[in-house]
């Protein structure tokens, strides 16, 4: 607490001094931590890695885009639509791919979601396929640069808030109990999937929180937001940060963004830098990534 | 619209030309998880680099195919030696997600090294002057390439099928994929085994992407949407296995040959739906194993 406290303060009086471009790229941050988190509370709390994050960030931003274009909804009225929807589609998915584990489950999430993003890519009548569904007027305070800021954290620090919470409840025990040794939190009278859906169905509601923000930040929405290489994103950000510290995939998910912004302003070979960099770190500090020396691997 | 035999014919032919270079992009795929127990995303790398690499080799002249692709199958396999010693080797013993990150480390730098060496604009090359006119297969006209590419496979499946079950190395192969400690003790040299096994895979993803350039232009992007195919081939025909993967690539490039007759726009949907059915049904693959207990 005694960290996070100034930490926050400096975040809220941060856009009073700095120009537009910075506070957008922070904006684009704080979305991918959201993403990044939620992805993190199926990869620690249990235990499984998704490839598949992707559909729920992709369905939360399609839910906020269409609500707007299509009926004519107020952005900001869209949100609560965009979180249900994303649990729904999580709910959907998550009860056939929660009863496999390790590489089925990250192969079985992958499937869906590029089924998804199959689907996108190609209705044109509906989603607009590839063309996307550019100029999505946003109203309201997330108009502009700063409000979109302010919305953005907000969501964040509600949503870290909310799993910080989740990870000390009973719940989040019951989580690591199945997570840790299936049989036995089965024997005492817990049900390994019904947790596990749970657990997965909330981090879809949270991920699609995080496109509905995408939507505002991009005024459109694209087939790109499910593809498989966007929940690569979410991985990445929440491996690199420490997927085992609540705001681990935060931390990771802000230096994955500013060093974008950073390297993509001096040479357009962002993937290969940010290659260069996942390899050196995987093969020389292994330890920087994950804060693993803590944790207890549970897949292993 | 009656029914066309000819038409019908010339699908499931198209359907097989698919399928020869998805096999053989996923079979090292399934090769390489077996043995190493590495899930490769940037397999589908190798495979565009191999591509690549041929319209290098022979400079845009498609007179120079045969050669030229015994090069780059060659040149895969002493890259694919190299990135195992360098970069796999030391992490073996992590959890996954570290060898996922690292091999996704290695799709994002091929991709664009790619562009840095040959540019991102497409490249394409026409198939040999022997082979561009078509053929005619029961009154419909069929590209005279893609038997050479039907023919590759069945000869590539052959190939490993016979190293596989009547060698020496084969049957280590097949024993490393079982129990690696075991294997070592027996004083089989397992880390140059698996080095092998790998550069093996390699050379088959290069060779793979070489033999499509005849047919199809190359990008840098084309590996992103290959290493989806190649698992979509190995999940549903079985995971470290050869013929799940001859029979997972037949599935998938007959279900897009005829899924483009029956709803066009979502013929792709149907492979994903194919590859989620299989999973719930049998989540090991349908010729996979079920999944042995690791040391």
Redesign the interface.
């Known amino acids: 607490m005694r960290v996070w406290l100034p930490a926050l303060l400096v975040l809220l009086l941060l856009p009073l001094f700095l120009p537009r471009y910075p506070v957008e790229v922070l904006t684009q941050g704080f979305i991918l931590a959201l993403f990044a988190s939620a992805f993190n509370l199926v990869f620690f709390q249990l235990g499984l890695l998704s490839f598949g994050h992707a559909a729920f960030f992709g369905v939360g931003a399609y839910t906020a885009a269409l609500l707007v274009t299509k009926a004519g909804w107020p952005y900001l009225l869209t949100l609560p639509a965009a979180i249900v929807i994303a649990a729904l589609f999580a709910l959907g998915i998550g009860f056939f791919s929660v009863r496999t584990s390790r590489i089925y489950f990250t192969m079985l999430t992958l499937a869906f979601a590029q089924l998804l993003w199959a689907i996108v890519h190609k209705w044109y009548a509906f989603t607009g396929g590839d063309n996307g569904i550019p100029g999505i007027p946003v109203g309201g305070f997330a108009a502009s640069a700063t409000g979109l800021y302010y919305l953005a954290l907000f969501l964040l620090g509600t949503g870290l808030y909310f799993l910080y919470r989740l990870d000390r409840s009973p719940f989040g025990y019951a989580l690591r109990a199945v997570r840790d040794n299936e049989a036995r939190a089965e024997a005492i009278g817990l049900s390994p999937f019904g947790l596990r859906l749970s657990g997965f169905v909330i981090s879809g509601a949270l991920a699609g929180a995080a496109g509905f923000l995408q939507v505002a930040w991009q005024r459109s929405a694209f087939p790109d937001f499910l593809y498989w290489t966007k929940s690569a994103e979410a991985i990445i950000a929440a491996i690199l940060g420490g997927s085992a510290h609540l705001l681990g995939p935060t931390i990771g998910a802000l230096a994955f963004v500013e060093l974008g912004a950073f390297v993509q302003a001096r040479t357009e070979y962002w993937p290969l830098v940010l290659g260069l960099v996942l390899l050196f770190l995987v093969l020389f500090f292994p330890r920087g990534l994950a804060g693993l020396s803590g944790r207890r691997d549970a897949r292993g | 619209m009656g029914f066309d035999l000819g038409f019908f014919v010339q699908q499931f032919l198209t359907g097989l030309a698919t399928a020869s270079t998805l096999f053989l992009l996923a079979v090292g795929l399934s090769l390489i998880f077996g043995a190493l127990g590495i899930?490769n995303f940037a397999h589908g790398s190798f495979y565009m680099l191999g591509a690549y690499l041929l319209f290098w080799v022979v400079r845009g002249n498609p007179e120079g195919l045969w050669w030229g692709m015994a090069v780059v199958a060659a040149i895969g396999l002493v890259l694919g030696a190299l990135v195992e010693r360098i970069?796999l080797r030391?992490?073996y013993p992590?959890?996954?997600?570290?060898q996922?990150?690292?091999t996704?480390?290695?799709?994002?730098?091929i991709?664009?090294?790619v562009?840095?060496l040959f540019g991102s604009a497409y490249k394409s090359l026409g198939p040999p002057s022997a082979l561009s006119m078509p053929v005619w297969i029961l009154g419909a006209p069929f590209p005279a390439y893609y038997l050479v590419q039907i023919l590759l496979a069945a000869a590539v499946a052959m190939l490993l099928w016979l190293l596989l079950k009547r060698t020496r190395v084969g049957l280590w192969i097949r024993a490393v994929t079982q129990d690696r400690e075991m294997l070592e003790a027996l004083g089989v040299p397992v880390p140059r085994l698996l080095t092998g096994v790998f550069a093996l895979g390699i050379a088959l993803a290069a060779l793979g992407g070489a033999a499509t350039l005849p047919m199809q232009t190359v990008s840098p992007g084309v590996a992103?949407e290959a290493v989806?195919s190649a698992?979509?081939v190995v999940?549903v025909g079985g995971?470290g296995s050869i013929w799940g993967s001859l029979l997972g690539a037949f599935l998938i490039g007959e279900i897009q040959a005829f899924g483009v007759m029956i709803w066009p726009?979502?013929s792709?949907?149907f492979v994903?739906?194919l590859?989620?059915v299989v999973?719930?049904v049998r989540?090991?693959g349908l010729l996979g194993r079920p999944p042995a207990v690791r040391t």
């Open positions: 899930v970069f030391p992490v992590r959890p996954e997600h570290h996922i990150l690292l996704y480390a290695l799709l994002l730098v991709e664009d090294g562009k840095i992103v989806i698992f979509i999940v995971l726009e979502f792709i949907a994903y739906l590859m989620a999973l719930l989540p090991f």
